[in-house]
Protein backbone atom coordinates (compact mmCIF):
# COMPACT_ATOMS: atom_id res chain seq x y z
CA UNK A 1 0.00 0.00 0.00
CA UNK A 2 2.71 2.49 1.17
CA UNK A 3 4.51 1.53 -2.44
CA UNK A 4 1.49 2.28 -4.53
CA UNK A 5 0.73 5.89 -2.34
CA UNK A 6 4.08 6.94 -3.48
CA UNK A 7 3.59 6.21 -7.10
CA UNK A 8 0.26 8.54 -6.90
CA UNK A 9 2.40 10.94 -5.39
CA UNK A 10 5.08 11.05 -7.80
CA UNK A 11 2.62 9.84 -10.71
CA UNK A 12 4.06 6.81 -12.06
CA UNK A 13 1.70 5.46 -14.02
CA UNK A 14 3.91 2.63 -14.68
CA UNK A 15 4.38 1.20 -11.20
CA UNK A 16 0.96 1.08 -10.62
CA UNK A 17 -0.32 -0.64 -13.58
CA UNK A 18 2.77 -3.42 -12.64
CA UNK A 19 1.18 -3.71 -9.00
CA UNK A 20 -2.24 -4.02 -10.36
CA UNK A 21 -3.82 -7.31 -10.52
CA UNK A 22 -4.06 -8.32 -14.57
CA UNK A 23 -7.96 -9.26 -14.18
CA UNK A 24 -8.59 -5.44 -12.73
CA UNK A 25 -6.24 -3.33 -14.37
CA UNK A 26 -7.47 -0.39 -16.25
CA UNK A 27 -5.61 0.21 -20.03
CA UNK A 28 -4.29 3.99 -19.01
CA UNK A 29 -3.73 5.84 -16.47
CA UNK A 30 -3.77 9.12 -16.87
CA UNK A 31 -2.37 12.17 -14.50
CA UNK A 32 -2.36 14.75 -16.83
CA UNK A 33 -5.91 16.35 -15.53
CA UNK A 34 -4.64 15.71 -11.80
CA UNK A 35 -4.29 18.89 -9.74
CA UNK A 36 -3.81 16.95 -6.52
CA UNK A 37 -0.62 17.03 -4.38
CA UNK A 38 -0.42 14.42 -2.12
CA UNK A 39 0.94 14.94 1.69
CA UNK A 40 0.35 11.80 3.58
CA UNK A 41 -0.59 8.10 4.17
CA UNK A 42 -1.81 6.80 7.28
CA UNK A 43 -2.31 3.26 7.44
CA UNK A 44 -5.77 2.75 10.16
CA UNK A 45 -6.24 -0.70 9.92
CA UNK A 46 -5.22 -4.39 8.25
CA UNK A 47 -6.62 -7.86 7.85
CA UNK A 48 -4.43 -10.50 6.73
CA UNK A 49 -2.15 -10.02 4.34
CA UNK A 50 0.70 -11.77 6.35
CA UNK A 51 3.39 -14.10 4.78
CA UNK A 52 1.32 -16.75 4.75
CA UNK A 53 -2.28 -15.72 3.75
CA UNK A 54 -2.92 -14.96 0.01
CA UNK A 55 -5.49 -11.92 0.70
CA UNK A 56 -4.94 -8.85 2.38
CA UNK A 57 -7.15 -5.45 3.16
CA UNK A 58 -5.71 -2.35 4.19
CA UNK A 59 -7.87 0.64 5.57
CA UNK A 60 -6.31 4.01 5.56
CA UNK A 61 -6.34 7.59 5.45
CA UNK A 62 -4.66 9.26 2.07
CA UNK A 63 -4.23 13.30 3.25
CA UNK A 64 -4.00 15.52 -0.10
CA UNK A 65 -3.81 19.12 -1.06
CA UNK A 66 -6.30 20.43 -3.76
CA UNK A 67 -6.54 24.03 -4.59
CA UNK A 68 -5.22 25.45 -2.00
CA UNK A 69 -7.43 23.06 0.85
CA UNK A 70 -6.20 19.66 2.51
CA UNK A 71 -8.64 16.97 2.44
CA UNK A 72 -8.51 13.56 3.67
CA UNK A 73 -9.56 10.48 1.79
CA UNK A 74 -10.87 7.09 3.86
CA UNK A 75 -10.35 4.14 1.72
CA UNK A 76 -10.86 -0.10 2.17
CA UNK A 77 -8.17 -1.55 -0.28
CA UNK A 78 -7.86 -5.38 -1.01
CA UNK A 79 -4.97 -7.18 -2.35
CA UNK A 80 -4.39 -10.03 -3.76
CA UNK A 81 -0.80 -12.49 -3.89
CA UNK A 82 0.31 -14.24 -6.90
CA UNK A 83 3.47 -16.05 -6.87
CA UNK A 84 4.68 -14.08 -3.52
CA UNK A 85 4.41 -10.92 -4.99
CA UNK A 86 0.96 -8.45 -3.76
CA UNK A 87 -1.14 -6.89 -6.56
CA UNK A 88 -3.86 -4.39 -5.71
CA UNK A 89 -7.54 -5.59 -6.89
CA UNK A 90 -9.85 -2.72 -5.70
CA UNK A 91 -10.61 -0.28 -3.37
CA UNK A 92 -13.95 1.15 -1.99
CA UNK A 93 -13.81 4.96 -0.66
CA UNK A 94 -15.49 5.54 2.69
CA UNK A 95 -15.44 9.05 2.78
CA UNK A 96 -13.98 12.18 1.49
CA UNK A 97 -13.97 15.57 3.52
CA UNK A 98 -11.93 19.13 3.54
CA UNK A 99 -9.82 18.70 6.46
CA UNK A 100 -10.50 22.17 8.74
CA UNK A 101 -14.37 21.73 8.80
CA UNK A 102 -14.81 19.58 11.95
CA UNK A 103 -12.72 22.39 14.12
CA UNK A 104 -15.77 24.35 14.32
CA UNK A 105 -17.45 21.34 15.39
CA UNK A 106 -14.74 20.86 18.65
CA UNK A 107 -12.20 18.51 19.61
CA UNK A 108 -14.87 15.96 20.88
CA UNK A 109 -17.24 15.70 17.42
CA UNK A 110 -16.37 12.56 15.53
CA UNK A 111 -13.69 12.97 12.87
CA UNK A 112 -14.95 14.24 9.05
CA UNK A 113 -12.76 11.59 7.84
CA UNK A 114 -15.24 8.87 8.57
CA UNK A 115 -12.82 6.86 11.25
CA UNK A 116 -15.45 6.55 14.12
CA UNK A 117 -12.90 8.52 16.55
CA UNK A 118 -13.12 11.81 18.30
CA UNK A 119 -11.60 14.84 15.85
CA UNK A 120 -8.98 15.15 19.15
CA UNK A 121 -7.81 11.80 18.71
CA UNK A 122 -7.73 11.60 14.85
CA UNK A 123 -7.13 14.07 12.30
CA UNK A 124 -6.77 16.48 15.16
CA UNK A 125 -4.35 14.61 17.27
CA UNK A 126 -0.29 15.99 16.68
Same mark, same amino acid.
Given at each position: ?15 LQ ?92 ? #?? #? ?7 ? #? #????
Open positions: MRSRYTAYALRNAAYATWDATKRPVKIDFSREKIDWLKLEITDTKKGGIKDSKGVVTFKAFYSQDGEEHVMNEISRFTKINGRWFYLDGVIKSMSKLGLQTHQGKNAP #CS #CGSGKKFKR #C #CGAG
